[in-house]
């Protein structure tokens, strides 16, 4: 009996909301919260605390918090140390639950009724709520309040924050100290750089950078001034000078820049691809993601070695295109009558500008100056790194050693080149067709396929009609 009167009253109250009573019972707890508000206006401290323990049970703490710090401030009323302290610690104290979801608003109730009673894990805990939520300065008043009730962890937040502050300071100063350095040495020097560049202007030609590419054109004056100096003095010079010779001849930089120059430059990259890549990002005003900085640093570093072997792969190209020509005025002029440093410099003088002319340009220097001809031939194979260029150097040392006639062998040399020539472009044409139907299959056949299926598709689709 007793059980089925508890059932009754629990489907009572349940059905009270579906009888309007849930309804007229919150009209009436809005018109007191108007009415109490009212009085608080007109000075009545009575309803001011009352009204603030309402919004105090209703979760609404920012509230209820506002009304209790007007009551704590005024010492004259007679609620004066009621409402203190809800604001001090003690057993009355309210914490503020707005911007708390559901769970943390329970864990924050929980954690906040251990604080009251001086149970400073819960003060602790109820601090980790807050600082979740960014909401530090509602926590850092229960951290200190937690370290000094003997919470270890909280001392340890506090030791770290002071820390991380002196960190910070330092690394400023020992920044400001290193950059002071770091200009100072580089000011000291400015004058005998600005001089040895004034001597190289003067002894050397003047080069057009802009031709071998924008980066390199204007990140130059910052790795010259920079980076060089410090490559110049290192030890491993030696190594870099003997790794980077051939590169650099090969793709024609010899003019252009020195080993030396070519790691600064590689050097220099790994800090300029980075910062062109933050100064882009600030002035977009994007959110590119700051962990591209290390692969970027990455792509600096070996971006010039990219850069070099395109310029070798297009200026080999540029050789083989130009050597039928060449050897052909090489031959007539030696059958001609002239000797082969003559006719060396007539292909010089006809040929069109290419690097198999540049190349021949420097085999006459080295000639000039006291080389052999057998070394000057070696130096250009060296040079080019070329089957087709290495074949002929060796063909014209192994005629030169026996003291044969180099026209006859000149002459059968450009047939032969002629003959590859052509049985490359054959052989590039037959695999043509190869290269060109892939292409064909995901992209032209897809094409015709809905040109010639669309109007039986729709026809099905409509019936014929």
């Not at 251990?114 to 149970?119: G, I, L, P, Y």
């Not at 006291?370 to 194979?381: F, T």
């Not at 290269?435 to 056949?445: A, E, Q």
Request: aromatic share 10%; charged share 25%; proline share 3%.
């Amino acid at each position: 009996m007793k059980n089925l009167t508890v059932i009754l009253h629990i489907l009572f109250f349940l059905g009270l909301p579906h009888l309007g009573y849930g309804q007229s019972y919150g009209k009436v707890q809005k018109e007191e919260i108007k009415t109490l508000s009212n009085e608080c206006k007109e000075k009545k401290y009575k309803s001011c605390y009352k009204l603030a323990e309402i919004y105090e049970r209703k979760g609404a703490t920012a509230r209820a918090l506002s009304y209790y710090k007007n009551l704590c401030s005024s010492k004259k009323q007679p609620l004066y140390g009621k409402a203190c302290e809800k604001l001090t610690r003690g057993s009355q104290e309210v914490f503020l639950l707005e911007g708390l979801d559901a769970g943390e608003r329970n864990s924050a109730i929980k954690y906040g009724k251990e604080c009251r009673v001086q149970a400073f894990s819960g003060c602790w805990n109820l601090a980790q709520i807050y600082l979740l939520k960014e909401k530090k300065e509602l926590a850092m008043p229960l951290i200190k309040r937690s370290c000094a009730g003997g919470v270890e962890s909280a001392c340890y937040y506090l030791a770290g924050d002071q820390s991380s502050f002196i960190l910070l300071n330092t690394s400023v100063l020992l920044f400001g100290i290193c950059a002071f350095i770091i200009s100072f040495s580089f000011l000291s020097g400015e004058q005998e750089f600005k001089a040895s560049e004034s001597l190289e202007e003067t002894t050397e030609k003047k080069i057009d950078y802009k031709k071998y590419g924008t980066i390199l054109h204007y990140s130059r004056p910052a790795f010259k001034r920079y980076i060089y100096p410090i490559v110049a003095q290192m030890k491993k010079k030696k190594k870099i000078r003997d790794k980077y010779k051939r590169k650099l001849a090969s793709s024609g930089l010899t003019d252009v820049m020195t080993p030396e120059d070519f790691y600064a430059f590689k050097l220099f990259l790994i800090v300029g691809f980075p910062i062109l890549f933050l100064a882009v990002r600030a002035f977009l005003e994007e959110t590119w993601p700051l962990k591209l900085i290390p692969l970027l640093a990455a792509i600096g570093y070996v971006y010039p070695d990219i850069w070099a072997n395109g310029r070798t792969e297009t200026r080999r190209k540029e050789v083989i295109l130009s050597m039928p020509f060449s050897v052909d005025m090489l031959a007539l002029s030696v059958e001609a009558g002239l000797d082969f440093v003559a006719a060396i410099s007539k292909v010089v003088e006809k040929a069109k500008p290419s690097a198999l002319n540049d190349e021949f340009e420097i085999l006459l220097k080295e000639i000039k100056v006291g080389a052999s001809r057998a070394e000057a031939l070696r130096n250009l194979a060296w040079r080019i790194d070329l089957i087709q260029i290495s074949s002929f150097c060796a063909t014209l040392i192994a005629a030169d050693s026996v003291g044969a006639n180099i026209g006859p062998i000149l002459k059968n040399l450009s047939k032969e080149i002629r003959q590859k020539k052509s049985a490359e472009v054959e052989k590039a044409g037959a695999t043509a067709a190869t290269k060109i139907l892939f292409p064909m299959l995901f992209l032209i056949v897809p094409a015709v396929f809905i040109v010639v299926a669309a109007p039986i598709a729709l026809e099905m689709i409509t019936g014929g009609n």
